[in-house]
Structure formats: structure tokens, C-alpha cells
């Protein structure tokens, strides 16, 4: 009897020392996933910005940033929405196919670009609001909310009084980790949308594509209460590698529109060159 309790006594032992080996080992692992990169810190404050670079190397499994706790932190998509506000809208038919006209109404807008008449591409490029609320309302918020659930999308707040504004004002969400697993599911090929949608996604995402690589992404900007909140999401692709990111910025002083919208770009840009990706 005696030798049976000392035998149950070194399993009991031996398996809280392996439990223990693992979850410090998975710790470990974890950690070593989230590298802090203090290059990027210093792009930032040399730009009179402050928030996070974060960027995910989809080969080596990989994140990258100045600062992981901004990254988990949610803010209002914006117009980086459209990524997912096209998606739903090509799944529902809302939108027909990317040869689709959006009209213009002949009314003044917030920015030339978008008083004349655009095709699905340039409505994406221009980031035209009108265009995506007009799709919006047509989705519906019970089929909005399905297809958000569906896509694992952030933490949106969707009803039929915001339907077309929900991603520019209120209290959706989404944090930068949030926009990567969703670009991850997207590049990996495992959303749950057909090969028609995604080949049509991925051009009209397209910013540049050069011999080296292909620059795809969407901005985004939320002015919530006088506070200013600046996107910028996609991937650049390598013939090796892809790397995913969501940078997400935020004025340090006054707000100057021209400048702040170039920054989201120029400091992504530079984050990756430290990575030496470019």
C-alpha cells in the first residue's frame, strides 16, 4: 500500500513539473512573438505624432511594434472598414462586381475626388463615404451584423439608426492586433467568402506593385470629439515573404490634415525599412 501512494505521489510529482515546464515554455513562446522595436518609437516622436507601428511577418509568426499595449487597444475603424464593407457588399450582391458605377448625385462633396461618377476601385482608393453608406444601407444592419460576426471583424456596435456611420462615429472598435488577424485570415485564404470576392479584394486594395513587391492597404481617419485618429492597414508582398500591418497614429499638437494623412503611410514605410523589408 505504501509503495502505491509513493508511486502516485512521483506521477502527481513528475506531471505539475511538466505543467509547469510547458506553460512557462508557452510563456516564453508568447514573448518571444512580440518583439519591441524601439526604431519605430523614435519615427514616431520625430514625426510630433505618437501611437503604435505594428507590423507581422506572416513566414516567422512574428509581431513588431513600439508599443504592444497601444496595439490592443481599440479605436473606430474608420474608412479601413471598406475593406470589410466591400467584402460583404460583393458576398450579398450588394455590390454586382467590381465594373460597378457608384453616381454621382451632383452635389458637393468633402473632397473633388469624389464628385464625378467611380467604379468600384477608385470608390476604395478615394475612400468615398457617400459611395460606402449608400452600400451600408442596402447590406441592412441584420445582414451587417451577420457577415461582421461571420468575418470576425472587431467589436462593432451596428443598428439600423447607424448603419451608415457605425465605422466613423460611436462606439465600434477595432485594435491593430484585431486588423492583423483579420488580414492574416484574409492573405492565408481562410475567410469564409468565395475565390471571386477575394480576387476582386485584392485589386482594389492594390497600391503599388514594382518588380520587388506589391503594396496593398487601406487608410482610414476618425475625428471622435475633437480627437483625431489616423489608420493605415494591409501588406506588402515579397516573392519570399508578406508581411502584414496596422499602424495606427494620433496628432501630438494641432491637426493639419495634409500632413497627418502623408504621415500614415511615410511611417509605416519607414517602420518596414527598418525591418529592412524594403
Known amino acids: 500500500m505504501r509503495i502505491t501512494s509513493i508511486a502516485v505521489f512521483l506521477i502527481l510529482f513528475i506531471s505539475c513539473k511538466e505543467n509547469k515546464r510547458t506553460n512557462t515554455l508557452n510563456k516564453e513562446q508568447s514573448v518571444n512573438k512580440n518583439i519591441i522595436k524601439p526604431e519605430f518609437q523614435s519615427i514616431i516622436d520625430s514625426s510630433e505624432v505618437k501611437g503604435s507601428i505594428l507590423i507581422y511577418d506572416l513566414n516567422k509568426d512574428i509581431y513588431y511594434s513600439n508599443d504592444f499595449e497601444w496595439s490592443n487597444n481599440g479605436n473606430l475603424p474608420a474608412s479601413t472598414f471598406k475593406i470589410a464593407n466591400s467584402i460583404i457588399g460583393l458576398e450579398t450582391g450588394v455590390i454586382e462586381n467590381d465594373s460597378v458605377i457608384f453616381k454621382w448625385d451632383g452635389e458637393k462633396k468633402w473632397l473633388k475626388n469624389w464628385e464625378q461618377d467611380l467604379i468600384l476601385r477608385d470608390a476604395f482608393q478615394f475612400s468615398c463615404v457617400h459611395c460606402y453608406q449608400e452600400v451600408a444601407r442596402k447590406i441592412g444592419s441584420k445582414r451587417m451584423n451577420d457577415y461582421v ?50 480576387r476582386i479584394m485584392r485589386n482594389i486594395m492594390l497600391i503599388e506593385e514594382t518588380d520587388q513587391y506589391k503594396l496593398s492597404g487601406k487608410s482610414g481617419l476618425s475625428n471622435n470629439n475633437g480627437e483625431y485618429n489616423g489608420w493605415f492597414v494591409g501588406c506588402i508582398e515579397l516573392k519570399n515573404n508578406t508581411y502584414l500591418f496596422a499602424t495606427n497614429l494620433e496628432p501630438k499638437n494641432e491637426f493639419d490634415f495634409d500632413s497627418f494623412i502623408k504621415k500614415r503611410l511615410d511611417l509605416t514605410l519607414l517602420g518596414l525599412r527598418k525591418l529592412n523589408v524594403l
Not at 460611436?170 to 477575394?198: A, C, H, V, W
Open 149 to 198: 460576426s461571420k468575418l470576425n471583424y472587431g467589436n462593432l456596435e451596428i443598428d439600423s439608426t447607424n448603419i451608415d456611420k457605425f465605422w466613423l462615429e460611436g462606439e465600434s472598435r477595432i485594435s491593430q492586433m484585431q486588423q492583423i488577424d483579420f488580414l492574416k485570415r484574409f492573405y492565408n485564404f481562410e475567410l469564409p467568402i468565395s475565390k471571386r470576392t477575394e
